[in-house]
């Protein structure tokens, strides 16, 4: 019953207004947390960290592959006008290239739950005992009513937050 009133609640959200997904499966961590500066005081934009379970990263919602880093540990899928930046790891100088294997190229389009790229989560953890995934959103002037969810634990198929696109 109670998926059936979501459904049609649903065909109120503008159509702007996306449900964006966790590309990690793991454990939530709070901003303290976070060894990096930059993504623990949100200077980019607001971010969620999570210490991953799983060694795959799925995209979040549809979009359009914008940019792939040189490690092959981050990139940033676009969305509307907004940007997601996608971490595995947030100290790639520790990172060699062969640990990431990219799924994606610059300029493809992802639907919700396509892999962007898996790692060997084993190694990773011996390599940076602080290997955290993390997403983050670019948005200037149009961010609304937004917030994260208050889970500790994501999967794949867990809604982090709304976001509208326009």
Excluded: W
């Amino acid at each position: 019953m109670f998926r059936r009133i979501r459904q049609l609640l649903s065909f109120l959200e503008p159509s702007t207004l996306r449900r964006i997904k966790s590309p990690f499966e793991g454990n939530v961590l709070p901003p303290s947390l976070i060894k990096n500066t930059i993504i623990s005081c949100n200077v980019i934009g607001p971010s969620v960290a999570v210490k991953p379970t799983s060694d795959t990263v799925r995209a979040p919602c549809n979009g359009i592959i914008k940019t792939i880093s040189e490690k092959h540990n981050a990139l940033i899928l676009e969305v509307g006008k907004t940007q997601l930046l996608i971490n595995a790891g947030l100290n790639p100088k520790k990172y060699p290239v062969n640990l990431f294997d990219i799924k994606v190229r610059e300029g493809d389009s992802v639907t919700t739950g396509m892999p962007l790229l898996s790692f060997n989560l084993d190694t990773l953890n011996q390599v940076d005992p602080c290997f955290t995934c993390v997403i983050t959103v670019r948005q200037v002037k149009t961010l609304r009513s937004f917030s994260f969810t208050s889970s500790k634990k994501v999967y794949f198929d867990t809604v982090l937050f709304r976001l509208n696109t326009n």
